[in-house]
DNA sequence: GGGGCCGATGAGAGTCATTCTCAACGCATT
DNA sequence: AATGCGTTGAGAATGACTCTCATCGGCCCC
């Protein structure tokens, strides 16, 4: 997978949304009037091609490397930050304080595996209606509510599947 | 407030739980072996001292130094681990991914203020039982969810009446 | 009642993720 | 070619937290 020139105009999808390809997120980088370099190009793809699974910057940085061999920690930490600001992808902070990045554009939770630390997506169920309301509730209180965050925790496949599934993280 | 001899005997009520005092986590400890020295009683009494908010270890630390002068930061991340590991104190991650420490019993949720960082308890509400469900649900996916956590982020007291609610964290 | 044992401590160094600084680069405009 | 400005790499700085190690201080045994 190369990232280099990166097609410009080739598909008119959504910009965000379920079906939003690498392309259209370099398109609303640059209508945004941010340079589509290739070192941002290669993040942007990195994040991307995890997939269901979360990942740290420094996963990234290895993984846009391959794409572009000069991408360096700081850029990658710069480009992060431009993404997450335009809302093209999520950071995600969990338990033991490590972030880590999501470029799922669906509303989703995460799940965290108590045994190897992977942060995977998982399905958006009907707890956020729930969540609305109980937000409701609670402002009345010393402290106004405006927003919420769950996260699940438990084992992921591949411990699952190793039979690890005893400690706790 | 002195934390000197902590008298021990003085009180018969559970040692965890909504009406625990200090002298019952002091009986905890060392019930299970551990010496109640002068400054985990410090550090103890900062964090139950904190009350509703939650402390970061350095507040934590500086509140004990109140009480014993002696205490350092890595006997406070020391103590503050140990009574995490009796079950004593929670740690918080949020946001930020900075660290904070609750010493409530009773089960509840934290909410977040958007504008200064605080992070109070609010009153556990309907939402655990739907999570509950909720879980089961999400497990037949690629991931076996055993637990979750709720954040809540708004804006706290000071900051409303501050008229401090603009700004995002 | 002196000596040894062992848990606990303070000070400071080390670690790790993240952010900052700054000179250099690259591309567009003139 | 000159200028300007956004972007970058390298490395230093930061901040929260953990580790190391010599020392301290109760407690037990003789």
Redesign the pocket.
Known sequence: MAVTTAGRGRRRAAAQGAGATLGDRVDALERQG??A?P??RAVLAAVLGAGRVNV???EVCGRARALCP??????T???L?LLKRLGIVRRVIYGD???VFCANPDPHYHGTCLQCGTVVDLPRGRIADVLEREQRGLTDQAFAVVGHRVEFYGYCDACRSAGRTGSIL
Not at 70 to 75: D, S, W
Request: charged letters at 30%.
């Open positions: 941010y340079r370099t070192q941002r740290s910057a420094e000069t991408v360096n920690l700081a850029t930490y710069r480009t930050d304080g490590r972030g």
